[in-house]
């Protein structure tokens, strides 16, 4: 009798102890993890679990301690840096007069990633010459292209020569290039992944426009969902 109230003693205190679980936001978190929050905003959980906001402003999810928060240009869709409250101590925020200084697009090794400024605008009501795109690479190789607020650029065709895996191109066609012309942009990117995002002004999602992304490896993610990058 004794013996076993050992062994139950023994059992109750394992359980205690050895978690059911590690959630994604843990450090030594076994994936990378990305959640489309909605419009053009971006959250990247590396699997050190450093947390990535990308231009902040839809959706939900806001509530984890930030380690980075990259923006692309001054509109307020993409600059929302208000709504992450929760930062780590050495929580960075690169802004894109950051990024593009003089002409130069900068790059940033931050160790657990390294953040590359990309060409970003158009005629409509992005200035080429301040607007950046980002390309994120984590320090596993993953690599997530944003293309930010932009029309066809001319180092599309020079990130073909990456091999991205995830790449998230603007369609809304009213104040970015329409869905024709984000297809082809996605065709001479050519990465692994090709996601639509920024679909429609005031809306997180549109699910009909969505499938007209027409592309080899189309992935299409709803506002709201994350998933883990392989």
Not at 91 to 115: P, Q
Not at 196 to 219: I, N, S
Request: hydrophobic content about 40%.
């Amino acid at each position: 009798m004794r013996n076993i109230n050992v062994l139950l003693i023994f059992s109750i205190f394992l359980i205690l102890c050895v978690p059911l679980s590690v959630s994604a936001d843990d450090t030594g978190s076994a994936a990378d993890r990305l959640l489309y929050q909605g419009h053009g905003s971006l959250r990247i959980i590396t699997k050190e679990g450093k947390v990535i906001y990308v231009d902040p402003y839809a959706g939900e999810g806001y509530d984890l301690p930030a380690d980075l928060i990259l923006v692309s240009h001054g509109h307020p869709d993409h600059s929302a840096v208000d709504l992450i409250k929760n930062r780590s101590e050495d929580c960075r925020v690169i802004y894109n007069t950051d990024a593009l200084v003089n002409g130069e697009y900068k790059k940033f090794d931050l160790g657990y990633a390294t953040v590359e400024a990309v060409q970003a605008g158009n005629n409509k009501n992005h200035d080429i010459n301040v607007c950046v795109g980002w390309l994120i690479t984590l320090s596993d190789g993953i690599s997530i292209y944003a293309t930010g607020d932009t029309s066809t650029t001319d180092q599309m065709s020079e990130l073909a020569e990456r091999e991205i895996h995830y790449a998230f191109f603007v369609c809304d066609g009213k104040f970015n290039m329409d869905m024709d012309e984000a297809v082809e942009c996605a065709k001479t990117v050519k990465a692994r992944n090709s996601i639509p995002y920024h679909m429609a002004p005031g809306q997180l999602f549109d699910p009909e426009r969505a499938e007209l992304f027409d592309v080899p490896g189309k992935l299409i993610i709803p506002a709201g969902e994350e998933i883990d990058l392989e």
